[in-house]
């Protein structure tokens, strides 16, 4: 695939289904990721990789992330929520990793985790994979950061669903004016 067409055709595909993207494919997205701009070469970002029964195990620490903020949940509640990560094969977890630097704000080194993210979502739709991005209150629950064993400095940015894409939508062309203006300076 020619890059300005993956550019201007990527999509997300929330139905996934098996198999995983195997170690080859994987390499390519790691790489791909490592390329993500990168004030000061901190590489602020890591990943953690989960398939097959560690899926279960990331639906059972929801569980009981779930159930510490509220003990009333009832079973049907508890299998949805122990079901989400079975939404797709393989999650990758990008973990944002921030050090103090006297140059490079939280922020920034926040948005390369965030580059690196999409960096892995444009590789794996190079190659025919499906991939989502997914969020959600889990991402920011201290039983979930500990479970996937994350540090004080750490926090969790995405959990990217791999696949096989079930449908892959197409795209419709957007307006580039709803987004781009010229300079208006005020000097004030
Ligand atoms: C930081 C971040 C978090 C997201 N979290 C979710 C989520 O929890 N659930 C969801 O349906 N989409 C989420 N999305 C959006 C999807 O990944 C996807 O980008 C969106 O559905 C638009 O589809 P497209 O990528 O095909 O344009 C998130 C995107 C980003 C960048």
């Known amino acids: 695939m020619q890059a300005i067409e993956l550019l201007h055709n990527r999509v997300s595909s929330a ?23 990168d004030h000061a070469l901190l590489r602020p970002w890591r990943l953690i990789v989960l398939e097959n029964e560690q899926l279960v195990a990331l639906g059972e620490v929801f569980v009981q992330a779930n159930l510490a903020k509220n003990s009333e ?15 797709a094969p393989m999650i990758i977890t990008v973990v944002a990793h921030i050090t103090e630097h006297p140059k490079v704000p939280e922020l920034e080194q926040l948005i390369t985790a965030g580059c690196a993210a999409h960096a892995i979502e444009l ?3 190079a190659q025919g994979l499906g991939a989502m991005w997914r969020s959600g209150g889990m991402m920011f629950d ?14 969790i940015i ?22 781009v203006s010229t300079a208006k300076i005020l000097n004030t």
């Open 15 to 37: 139905r996934l289904e098996s198999p995983a993207p195997n170690a080859e494919q994987l390499e390519v997205m790691y790489q791909a990721a490592a390329r993500a701009p």
């Open 142 to 155: 201290n039983k979930v950061k500990q479970g996937l064993g994350l540090a004080e400095n750490e926090q």
């Open 73 to 87: 949940l009832n079973a049907l509640q508890l299998q949805k929520i122990a079901a989400k990560p079975l939404r």
């Open 123 to 125: 590789a794996a739709f």
């Open 158 to 179: 995405g959990f990217l669903y791999l696949g096989k894409s079930v449908k892959v939508r197409q795209v419709t062309p957007v307006d580039s004016a709803d987004f």
